[in-house]
């Protein structure tokens, strides 16, 4: 298959990028892959908001500027945070125009919200489903763009490079240059080569390398792997934060469900095991410290008191304007004999967000020609050593756009080279030749469960040398198996998903091993203050 854009994604990064160029382009073709259907996303879980100044009179561009710095620690680039905070309010009154619906109050003003680390009320939000609401939009609009289509169920492998043409391709090959994708069809089991004018990596986050996660199941970080094995720049992997407050389950692996720190926002209280509001005891700002401070005071309260899990009290609060703005947050209490009324929530910290990911420039841009990422898998610069909460839907609405003005520019220059001397036609099928239908599936999932009780023992919130280099030992073990599996069997999708997650681990590990200082989400005992020599780590 040939197509003009290839957006690999269909969250808000990918789906926003795609309407943009296929309406400024409607004599060109837009192809969206996605590896289920294509709602399933991390975008359909958000639920606090997105952040944006709306509220001129207390607020102000310097003030969300200000926080995203503060909480960043001292890692972020200040210009993209400009650019994100100035444009993004633009962004997203296009949602808003697009169709997406966020609360408003009696008076008719959007309904604002709060959250750790935001000194002015600026979260617009659609209860407590802002994600669904913003997908649903989406869709809906995409739906209605004749020259884009969304193939569902196809799992993106890798991305085709001069590799591919039999090339010899290294770190510091200059004009790395990206010609389209393999991907793998659910529907027929085989491997089709995809090529493309410009490509598009929307692929989210990385939450399941992790035991327990707020991220649903197709988090695995399968765009960062793709780009570090096709030798593009990653950056900043250490800083994965951990949101505070998911609901704890016992027994409970994989996807957690989230209780928005919009709750604390208004109003709801961490307590222990003894009734202390013990945030008080590590911070000033309390519960709506940011969300580094907040997590590793909770993981400081569960090992100090020997408990899986902390409280969220909710009672003292209204509890019809709860109902209003927390609708999921209360029937989810509810299916699980949580009245929120009269009971505490039991709350233990989740893998949340990766803060690092795939180097991008202002422009979304990434260090392969003609290949472009957003949204969570990308490293813009914003966050830094710790994201801000609801500055990740408007970064990737941003850098959507961003993206966008530069590959539409790049397509419509006469004088842009295209394929230059590349001969598209010289591109390989996929090879199968060798490889036999996998026998035990254990082999999988057996490494999968291994890989993601490492990385939550030794690669959490707070680490150690001595637990990175044990993390690092068992990663390579399991990378030899699995590449050895990888060589010899037919592909899988859960095959080819424990290699990316497992190339993700080692970059976690690899960037943590390097940062000797704690910083923002990375806190290692071993080196517990700030050092000014180390700034980002690129790998
Ligand atoms: P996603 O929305 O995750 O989409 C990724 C897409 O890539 C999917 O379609 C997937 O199928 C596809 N994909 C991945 N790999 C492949 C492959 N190999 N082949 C084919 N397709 C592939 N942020 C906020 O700003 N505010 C919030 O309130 C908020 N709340 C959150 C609550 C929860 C529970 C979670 C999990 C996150 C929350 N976040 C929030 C973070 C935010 O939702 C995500 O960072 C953001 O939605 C990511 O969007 P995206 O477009 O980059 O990727
Ligand atoms: C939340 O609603 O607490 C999550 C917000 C975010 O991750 O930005």
């Known amino acids: 298959m040939e197509t003009d854009f290839l957006v690999i994604g269909s969250g808000i990064a990918g789906l926003t990028y795609a309407l943009k160029v296929a309406k400024e382009c409607p004599e060109k073709k837009v192809t969206i892959f996605t590896k289920t259907t294509s709602e399933e996303t991390n975008t359909k879980y958000a639920q606090g908001g997105v952040a944006g100044v709306w509220d001129h009179q207390n607020d102000s561009f310097e003030k969300h500027i200000e926080d995203t710095l503060i909480a960043g620690d001292g890692l972020c680039n200040e210009k993209t945070v400009e650019i994100v905070v100035k444009e993004g309010v633009d962004r997203i009154k296009e949602i808003i125009a697009w169709g997406a619906e966020f609360d408003k109050e009696k008076n008719g003003d959007y309904a604002l919200g709060k959250e750790g680390g935001h000194s002015e009320f600026r979260i617009l939000h659609h209860k407590d489903v802002t994600g669904r609401e913003i997908e649903r939009a989406l869709l809906e609009k995409v739906k209605s763009q004749s020259n884009i289509e969304v193939i569902t169920h196809c799992f993106v492998v890798d991305i085709i490079t001069q590799h591919h043409l039999g090339y010899l391709v290294t770190k510091s090959t200059p004009d790395i240059q990206c010609f389209g994708v393999y991907v793998l069809n659910f529907r027929t089991g085989k491997i089709e080569k995809i090529t493309a004018a410009i490509t598009l990596l929307a692929t989210g986050g990385n939450g399941q390398v992790y035991r327990t996660t707020t991220n649903p199941a197709i988090a695995t970080g399968d765009g960062v792997a793709m780009v570090y094995r096709a030798k593009g720049r990653i950056e900043n992997m250490e800083f994965i934060q951990f949101h505070p407050t998911a609901l704890y389950e016992a027994g409970l692996k994989g996807q957690a469900f ?282």
Request: glycine share 6%; proline share 4%.
């Open 258 to 539: 989230l209780i928005t720190e919009a709750v604390r926002g208004d109003g709801g209280i961490l307590r222990n095991d003894d009734g202390e509001a013990f945030m008080a005891r590590y911070d000033q700002r309390k519960d709506l410290a940011p969300r580094d401070i907040v997590a590793r005071a909770i993981d400081n309260e569960m090992k100090r008191t020997g408990t899986e899990h902390v409280w969220l009290d909710c009672r003292h609060m209204d509890q019809e304007k709860f109902l209003r703005h927390f609708p999921n947050i209360h029937e989810k209490c509810m299916s699980v004999g949580i009245d929120v009324s009269k009971d505490l929530i039991p709350v233990a910290p989740a893998a949340h967000y990766s803060c690092g990911g795939i180097k991008t420039d202002e422009w979304a841009r990434t260090s392969i020609r003609h290949l472009y990422a957003a949204g969570e898998c990308a490293s813009t610069g914003l966050h830094g050593a710790n994201r801000l909460a609801s500055n990740s839907l408007l970064e990737a609405m941003v850098f959507a756009h961003r993206a966008f003005l530069d590959a539409v520019g790049k397509i419509k220059d006469p004088s842009n080279p295209g394929w230059g001397s590349w001969n598209r036609n010289a591109i390989p099928d996929w090879r199968t030749e060798g490889t036999t239908a996998p026998k035990e599936m254990i082999l999988i999932t057996q490494s999968l469960k291994e890989l993601q009780l490492l990385m939550s023992d030794y690669v959490g919130i707070v680490r150690t040398d001595t637990r990175l280099a044990r993390a690092m030992r068992r990663l390579d073990l399991l990378h030899e198996e699995t590449e050895n599996l990888y060589k010899t069997t037919e592909i899988s999708p859960q095959l080819c998903q424990l290699r990316n997650m497992i190339t993700v681990g080692y970059l976690i590990v690899k960037s943590a091993e390097f940062r000797h200082e704690s910083r923002g989400l990375h806190y290692n005992t071993d080196y517990p203050d700030k050092s000014s020599m180390i700034q980002n780590i690129v790998l």
